[in-house]
């Protein structure tokens, strides 16, 4: 009797946790990089991915994901509120997310979630393990939102819509290949990689029955470019590394001139700022050098994570552009900065399957909160999405994927940029082969990335119809002239504000601006007295577009 009655009890006990383990929401990881052109997880890439491309056979690859604004701030501001950046007004890296905003992962914890960040952040000041009494938040919140950027970066947001002042960055993009094996060349993101495995096996010690949510944020492959011997040799297949593709400067959109002057590439002023062939493919090598390098300790994270209740998001909040369009680092909606990875693997998801229909990273809020059985943000209100769940793509009967989506993914995205590197508002329409690109009150450019993959031959005046058609779609979300607007008035207002709170003097001011220290010190010391002139006409020049209600440049939570 004993026997039968210990075999009843233990068979009632694997019954309950079979109910249990059928029930349960599943954790969620996320895994994130920073600068990663999402075209490096194609076959055809350079870079050498064997860990992400066990994570794409084991579940389902989005192709075509556009970050919502391509620079780290903005980007992940839009991602963890689930908003545009012309709704949470984080346009560039001086603008982070207002700190008592309820993210993603706040509306997961509110349901018994345990979530945890881990390595880098970066969409409001918030840095590691950094929480400050709230009595410090007042005197702290205008120089620590920007993320821990340099005030250059900021500068050159602020002051970017002046006309005829585009100071250059002096550093030249270079590539160092340090003579090591060594594998550990980036060595924060080695140890936030450990960081995160130790986490992942203390939930299994710990037998935690609850869920969690885990953020793991890497920087590289984030410029500078330097990798090692080992690296460079290893990691690249060096025969598809190939030089990029430049148009003919006098050819060129004046907004992409502005981009590729700030961004010091310019070849064409003078012999002594030729670029060699050896150069541009040292850059270009070295970046995928450091995709590489990402993939490995990534993977580390990806061996430590239990596959059955586990759904891994794989990401970078942009690409960079790795020397294409005249052009290195971000901040840019061609498709080296605004095409981002995104893949999603787990219990339930199918597996091996390429998504082709353009995807944002905004489509990932609504789908943790389908995945976890979190309700979504009222519609209508200032919390509201505009992404959409992405359940249907990982299409599954699974007990896992218990969200219902409420709404069908259109054929298009939208990205769009507002700071430092371009000179107006730029808005970019992904729609099946054609990427549009709107630059506010400066024309436009469409693309047929069919067969222009690298974006080189304009096609807008030879496609009028679909130029016309792709711009439409910008304004069945809202008016650009005064999302274009909106932004710079919050660069004017934020200027005035850094320069009233740090400067007692105009001659204080004046100093400053010839500093060193800053990006553009060498090009602002030819003529100071003409750079200061025009920064203040532009601050006492009002703008010729008012406002509609409610987009009055009041830089939102400021």
Known sequence: LG??????????????????????????????????????????????????KKLQERGVTFANTYSASPECVPSRSTLWSGKRVDRT??????????????????????????????????????????????????????????????????????????????LPWEFRPKATILNTQDKHIHEIDWYRSKRCVDYLHDQKKSGNRKPFFLSCGFLCPHPRYITSKYWYE???????????????????????????????????????????????LE???????????????????????????????????????????????????FE?????????????????????????????????????????????????????SLIPDLRSDHRYLMGRPNKTHPDWVLSQWHGDHTNTGQFA??????????YEGMGHALYDLSVDPDELNDLSEKNKTIASEMDTLIWTLFD????????????????????????????????YMQSPHLRWHKAYMQDPKKYLAMIEEWLNSKSEVAPQVGTDGNCGWW
Not at 429 to 438: D, F, P, Q, S
Not at 494 to 503: A, P, V
């Open 89 to 166: 007004e984080t346009w560039n890296n001086g603008r982070g997310l207002d700190v008592s905003y309820p993210i993603a992962m706040d509306r997961v914890n509110a349901t018994g979630y345990d979530t945890r960040f881990i390595g880098r952040r970066d969409f409001n000041w918030y840095g590691d393990s950094f929480s400050p009494h709230p009595q410090e938040l007042e005197e702290m919140l205008f120089e620590h939102n920007l993320g821990h950027h340099s005030v250059s970066a900021n500068l050159s947001s602020w002051l970017r819509s002046i006309p005829n002042l585009n």
């Open 480 to 511: 650009p002239t005064v999302v274009d607007h909106k932004a710079k008035s919050c660069d004017k207002k934020l200027f005035k504000m850094w320069r009233q709170r740090n400067f007692k003097t105009n001659h204080a001011y004046e100093k």
């Open 283 to 333: 850059i270009r090598h070295t970046y995928y050098a450091m995709v590489a390098e990402a993939d490995a300790f990534v993977g580390q994270v990806l061996d430590a994570i239990d596959q059955e209740n586990t759904v891994v998001f794989f990401w970078s909040d942009h690409g960079d552009m790795a020397m294409t369009h005249h052009q290195f680092y971000k901040e840019s909606t």
């Open 3 to 52: 026997g039968h009655t210990m075999f009843t009890a233990v068979l009632l006990l694997g019954l309950l946790s079979l109910v249990e383990s059928s029930t349960r929401t599943p954790n969620i990881v996320y895994i994130h990089v920073d600068s990663m052109d999402g075209r490096t997880l194609f076959d055809e890439s350079p870079a050498l991915t064997p860990n992400l």
């Open 234 to 280: 290893v990691g690249v297949n060096a025969s598809r590394v190939t030089l990029p593709h430049w148009t003919n400067y006098d050819l060129t959109h004046p907004v992409q001139k502005y981009e590729a002057d700030s961004k010091n590439i310019t070849y064409w002023k003078g012999p002594e700022w030729a670029w060699s062939h050896k150069e541009l």
């Open 429 to 438: 329409i992904r729609r099946g082969k054609w990427k549009y690109i709107r």
């Open 336 to 388: 080296g900065s605004s095409r981002v990875p995104l893949v999603i693997a787990g219990p339930g998801i199918e597996k091996n399957k390429v998504v082709d229909r353009p995807t944002s990273l905004l489509d990932m809020f609504p789908t943790v909160m389908d995945l976890t059985g979190t309700p979504h943000p009222p519609d209508h209100s200032i919390y509201s999405l505009d992404g959409f």
